[in-house]
């Protein structure tokens, strides 16, 4: 019998997932898991002259919503403000965007189906 795999392996998978889904797509990951007072910043990518903020979600099913809409605005203000401690810590003159990656697996054929979420804006959320 296979082990149920918990949140957090759940979460990590998910993450493995998207950053190689990202690599795939031309950009290159340069943090993981980035932790903050505020919280934690899942995966931190860079393309051409702009550091991308990511936050990923994975669902099995959407019994409890969608892996987009399990994004909620208080995860959203915390991903903010850990992005700006980044850019403040890194001293970076950079453009930046906020993206998802929301990811659905399919249980019975085990493959995932990704959605990417370019650019979301987070001013609106202040």
């Given at each position: 019998m296979m082990k149920k795999q918990s949140n957090t392996e759940k979460g990590k998978k998910g993450e493995e997932v998207a950053a190689e889904f990202l690599r795939k797509q031309g950009i290159e990951i340069i943090e993981e898991n980035y932790h903050t007072k505020f919280g934690e910043i899942d995966l931190i990518g860079f393309d051409k002259s702009t550091i991308i903020f990511i936050e990923?979600?994975?669902?099995?099913?959407?019994?409890?919503?969608?892996?987009?809409?399990?994004?909620?605005?208080?995860?959203?203000?915390?991903?903010?403000?850990?992005?700006?401690?980044?850019?403040?810590?890194?001293?970076?003159?950079?453009?930046?965007?906020?993206?998802?990656?929301a990811i659905r697996k399919d249980t019975i054929s085990r493959c995932y189906h990704l959605e990417w979420f370019k650019n979301q804006n987070l001013i609106d959320l202040f």
């Open positions: 990923v979600k994975l669902r099995n099913n959407d019994n409890f919503g969608t892996p987009a809409e399990a994004v909620t605005q208080t995860k959203l203000k915390r991903l903010y403000k850990s992005a700006l401690l980044y850019i403040s810590e890194h001293e970076s003159n950079y453009d930046y965007r906020f993206d998802v990656i």
